[in-house]
C-alpha cells in the first residue's frame, strides 16, 4: 500500500484535488471501456475492453485509498469532458462502421487520461511511494494506446 507523509496543509489539499481529478478520469476510462464493450463485434476486443474497464476501476480504489488516508473527500462520478465524450462516441458509432472508430475514440480517451497524470508527475514534492503508483498507472495507459494501436491497424488490414 502506498502512504504518503501528512505534509503541510494547502500542499495536502493540493495533491488530494490532483487525485480526485485522476480519479475522475479513471471513472471516466472505466465507463467510456463499459461503453466500448457494449458497442464492438469481435468479442476478443470485448474482453480487452472489459478488462481495461476493470483496470481503471483498480486504479480507482488505489487513488481512493490515499485520498483517504490524507483525510481527503473523494469525488464521486465522471466529468463533464468524459461525458461528452462517451456521447460523442455513441455519436460516431451510430454514423460510421464498426470497431476503427472505437478504437480511435479509446485511444483519444487514453491521450486525455495520461495528460493529467503526466502534469501530476512534474510535481517534485510528491512522495516517492506516490510517484511509483501513479507511473505504474501511466505506464498502463501508455501500454493500452499502443495495444489499442495495433488492433486498429489489423482491422485496418482486413
Not at 26 to 48: C, I, P, Q, S, W
Not at 106 to 132: H, N, Q, T, V
Not at 133 to 158: F, H, T, W, Y
Request: hydrophobic letters at 35%; proline letters at 1%; charged letters at 35%.
Amino acid at each position: 500500500m502506498t502512504t504518503i507523509k501528512k505534509k503541510d496543509m494547502q500542499e495536502t489539499l493540493d495533491i488530494v484535488h490532483d487525485l480526485n481529478d485522476l480519479l475522475t478520469r479513471n471513472y471516466d476510462a472505466e465507463k467510456g471501456y463499459l461503453n466500448a464493450a457494449e458497442k464492438v463485434k469481435h468479442e476478443g476486443l470485448k474482453n480487452y475492453m472489459m478488462a481495461r474497464a476493470q483496470n481503471r476501476y483498480d486504479f480507482g480504489h488505489e487513488l481512493k485509498k490515499i485520498i483517504s488516508g490524507l483525510d481527503g473527500k473523494i469525488y464521486k462520478g465522471t466529468s463533464f469532458e468524459g461525458d461528452v465524450h462517451r456521447m460523442w462516441m455513441s455519436f460516431k458509432d451510430s454514423i460510421t462502421s464498426g470497431d476503427v472508430a472505437i478504437y480511435e475514440e479509446c485511444i483519444r480517451g487514453e491521450r486525455y487520461f495520461i495528460e493529467k497524470y503526466e502534469e501530476m508527475l512534474k510535481d517534485d514534492s510528491l512522495p516517492e511511494s506516490l510517484r511509483a503508483m501513479l507511473s505504474r498507472q501511466l505506464n498502463a495507459a501508455n501500454k493500452a494506446i499502443e495495444d489499442l494501436q495495433v488492433m486498429k491497424e489489423a482491422i485496418q488490414a482486413g
